[in-house]
């Protein structure tokens, strides 16, 4: 069952031939499909060190492009790993998009030791926060910043609050979810300030899934194709979609982060766990229970 509507039909005869045609040396290796792929890529395992990772979407070639510029730029700032890209492809076989192989990196997504990795995950936020901003970095998936609309519901002194623009999709999943409570919560957040200050890089997908633990301690970043500019409350949302209260504040601490940020923080958890939770039911029920999860630990905090 595909996970998303519109899905590519990707198969690994089209892979097959994609390798073939366009990285001959590595043809001949055993290729296997990854069962926990994401809910933007599919993956195959290609031999035992490499991955070739295809958008679902029509949409997923732009992120693809991301990862090739700014994977490189990033990962000698960052005191945690991050994938490290072998090969891009080509459209071609059928494949309408541009594809990757990433150096495949060993772990799992067991967190066995809360506090440290929320202390290690908030010093990894602070570390791609303080990287340099060029002039062409990309507008962050979530938390992007654009000129403050006029008049706009939500938008702060010279921005506009990003996750404002899920208003319709925010009501409509809390009606058909029937959690009237998350509304209160949401009317809240839409009259926070926007943020200010510069635009710093953030992930903008910090999930459990996307980070990797070796040995039990957090080892790497992975999925970088939201990763861009913008307002550094995006990957606030980690608190409450990965911790409980007291490794929330842990988190926290680590960071420099005022109340209005915070609470902006929480305000873009709350979007991902409704909209995963809403759309993700029976199609992908794990993931909407993390939705259900980071939507309850929104309102109770």
């Known amino acids: 069952m595909k996970l998303r ?3 590519l039909d990707i198969t690994g005869d089209m892979v097959r031939r994609l390798l073939a045609a366009q990285f001959p040396a590595w043809a001949g290796r055993e290729l296997r499909p990854v069962a926990e792929g994401g809910t933007e890529h599919l993956m195959f395992r290609l031999g035992e060190d490499l991955v070739v990772r ?8 732009a992120t693809v492009e991301r990862e090739r510029r700014w994977l490189p730029y990033l990962a000698p700032h960052l005191p945690l790993a991050i994938p490290e890209p072998v090969g891009f492809g080509r459209p071609g076989e059928g494949c309408p998009l541009p594809w ?43 938390g992007g910043l654009t000129p403050e609309p006029a008049g706009g519901a939500g938008s702060g002194p010279g921005r506009e609050v990003g ?5 319709a999709e925010m009501r409509a999943a809390a009606r058909d979810l029937r959690v009237p409570a998350v509304l209160r919560l949401w009317d809240a957040a839409l009259e926070l300030p926007g943020w200010a200050g510069p635009p710093v890089w953030v992930h903008s997908d910090l999930l459990p899934g996307n980070v990797l ?10 999925d970088f194709g939201c990763a861009g500019v913008g307002d550094p409350a995006a990957d606030l ?9 007291a490794e ?37 029920p794990a993931f909407a229970a993390l939705g259900r999860r980071t939507v309850n630990q929104a309102l109770t905090d």
Not at 237 to 245: L, Y
Not at 253 to 274: E, K
């Open 163 to 167: 996750y404002a623009r899920a208003d």
């Open 213 to 222: 633990f070796r040995a039990g301690r957090l080892d790497a970043v992975i």
């Open 237 to 245: 949302m980690a608190g409450w979609a990965m911790f409980g209260p």
């Open 54 to 61: 295809l958008p679902r979407l029509p949409s997923g070639g």
């Open 248 to 284: 929330r504040r842990g988190f926290r601490a680590r960071l420099a982060v005022d109340d209005d940020t915070w609470a902006r923080g929480r305000a873009y958890a709350l979007v991902f766990g409704l909209a995963a939770w809403h759309y993700y039911r029976s199609r992908k």
């Open 5 to 7: 509507d519109g899905e």
């Open 100 to 142: 990757s192989v990433y150096r495949w990196r060993p772990g799992d997504h067991h967190m066995t030791d809360p506090p440290a990795t929320a202390a290690a995950l908030g010093d990894f936020v602070a570390a791609l926060q303080r990287v340099p901003v060029p002039p062409d970095a990309p507008p962050a998936y979530r």
